[in-house]
């Protein structure tokens, strides 16, 4: 079984309109931790925003803020106020346990903003 | 404080020939994992090193290696190249590899021919 899942290949979204890019993920263990990354055409991935397993509230970094349903094992990233530089993979990741630093990754959702 | 750096960006290898990668992780990091990326098979975790020690290890050929140097700098090698192995390779770092944010470098695009 995929142990983190994005269902959605490709999104447009209108600049300056909000977008929710969805990630779902699997695991027993109860100490986890989740990342969103950024991926341009030049290949870098750009750390956005972390949530941990016990963590009480949701995260949010600037424009970025995940949406975290524990229940629901759902962790996923809103954007707000979309600029063109938005334009880019996005990659949910999760760590497994509190030791090693191993990431798992989703199949990414490409956003394209449009102007 | 300057981020991860990899070298080479770009290279071309030939099937059968052997390739290493370089990665300078962020000043004070000691953590240092290495990704695969393919458009076939994603973001697959190669391996994670602390002090100059493998800590974990994905689920790749022995084909597949990687060391760790004092000053935390790693390198990875790939001998025996084969044409599936044309990919991004990514670098990154972290303080202690305790579960805390990692952050990559540029990556290296292989191209095996």
């Known amino acids: 079984a995929q142990k983190i899942t994005q269902t959605q290949p490709g999104m447009f979204v209108q600049e300056k309109e909000a977008v929710t890019l969805d990630c779902t993920y699997d695991?027993?263990?109860?100490?986890?931790?989740l990342f969103w990354y950024k991926q341009p055409s030049s290949g870098e991935m750009i750390f956005l925003i972390y949530?941990?397993?016990?963590?009480?509230q949701n995260a949010t970094e600037g424009r970025y803020s995940l949406n975290f349903q524990k229940a629901r094992k759902s962790a996923n990233l809103v954007i707000s106020a979309s600029q063109l530089g938005d334009s880019a993979m996005y990659f949910c990741a999760m760590r497994e346990g509190e030791a090693g630093n191993m990431l798992t990754f989703g199949g990414g959702t490409r956003l394209m903003v449009k102007p | 404080k300057a981020g991860v750096t990899q070298t080479p960006r770009y290279l071309i290898k030939t099937r059968g020939q052997q390739v290493t990668l370089s990665c300078s992780p962020i000043?004070?990091?000691?953590?240092v994992s290495w990704y695969q990326q393919t458009p076939g098979q994603g973001l697959q975790f190669l391996f994670e090193?602390?002090?100059?020690?493998?800590?974990n290890k994905g689920n790749f050929p022995g084909r597949f290696s990687g060391r760790q140097f004092s000053n935390s700098r790693s390198e990875m090698n790939v001998s025996t190249l084969e044409l599936g192995d044309s990919a991004l390779y990514l670098c990154?770092?972290?303080?202690?590899?305790?579960?805390?944010?990692?952050?990559f470098g540029p990556g290296t695009r292989l191209l095996v021919l």
């Open positions: 695991t027993s263990d109860p100490s986890y931790g």
């Open positions: 090193y602390f002090s100059e020690t493998q800590r």
């Open positions: 990154a770092s972290s303080f202690q590899g305790l579960g805390e944010t990692q952050y």
């Open positions: 949530q941990g397993s016990y963590d009480q």
């Open positions: 000043s004070g990091h000691r953590s």
